[in-house]
């Protein structure tokens, strides 16, 4: 990047607070940065907050900094603070920085628990408001509906225990991965090791070199 076009950029180094973690903030920080052409990262940080780094040209960064206020839940921003400093022209793209494997798999993890359980909690009441408008038009009509709000009723009560069934699941994979990441990335480096054994062992015989296979 030549010093004229690091001139004309903005950095602006963003810190965002709320419900930001698990709920897929980053990507929504990432898709609008890259819609403005904003160049930078975002990424979580261990006190609850997300960092956002940004470099465009300062009306660009106006705009971005404007859609990072989202309040839709489960995300809801509280706070968002803007400092500036010398732009660096580093970034060739936005991009989200992810932590370990166990980190980003509970992270997956809550967000989809957390939109299911959103989803759960709306559907329950419009479940709830169809069931008390149509309560009323059975009344009107007499008892020749029954069976029909009996299957309503029926049907909201599978739905629920559906969630109840998926939310339990992904709480308890959440929980696991919490527990056992320790061992996670040991089995993982494990089977990298392997993998790169068998990859040297491979191209050796490629080469016509000996192999020396080991019991893995």
């Known amino acids: 990047m030549s010093l004229k076009q690091l001139e004309r950029l903005t950095r602006a180094e963003i810190t965002v607070t709320g419900d930001v973690h698990r709920v897929g903030y980053r990507n929504i920080a990432q898709d609008n ?24 040209p300062e009306e660009t960064i ?25 732009p660096t022209g580093e970034h060739q793209y936005f991009t989200i920085k992810y932590g370990d494997l166990a980190e980003e798999m509970t992270e ?6 957390k939109y299911i359980n959103l989803s759960r909690q709306e559907n329950r009441e419009g479940f709830q408001t169809l069931r008390s408008e149509m309560k009323e038009g059975f009344q009107t009509l007499g008892g020749e509906t029954k ?3 009996d299957d309503m009723n029926k049907n909201f009560q599978n739905m629920s225990e559906r969630y109840d069934d998926i939310s339990q699941n992904l709480g308890q994979a959440v929980k ?4 056992e990441s ?10 990298v090791d ?8 491979f191209l050796k015989s490629r080469r016509g070199e000996p192999q020396k296979f080991e019991d893995q």
Not at 33 to 56: C, F, H, S, W
Not at 108 to 113: I, Q, R
Not at 182 to 191: D, Q, S
């Open 147 to 149: 069976a029909m709000r």
């Open 108 to 113: 997956g993890f809550g967000t989809g628990l």
């Open 62 to 86: 106006n705009r971005y900094v404007e859609t990072l206020t989202v309040r839709e839940p489960p995300i809801n921003v509280e706070k968002i603070q803007v400092t500036h400093a010398p």
């Open 194 to 201: 392997n993998l790169s054994k068998l990859v040297e062992e």
């Open 182 to 191: 320790t061992k996670t990335r040991a089995e993982m480096t494990r089977a």
């Open 176 to 179: 696991i991965i919490q527990e």
């Open 33 to 56: 940065a890259r819609k403005l052409g904003v160049k930078g990262y975002v990424q979580n940080m261990p006190d609850g907050t997300v960092k956002i780094v940004a470099e465009a």
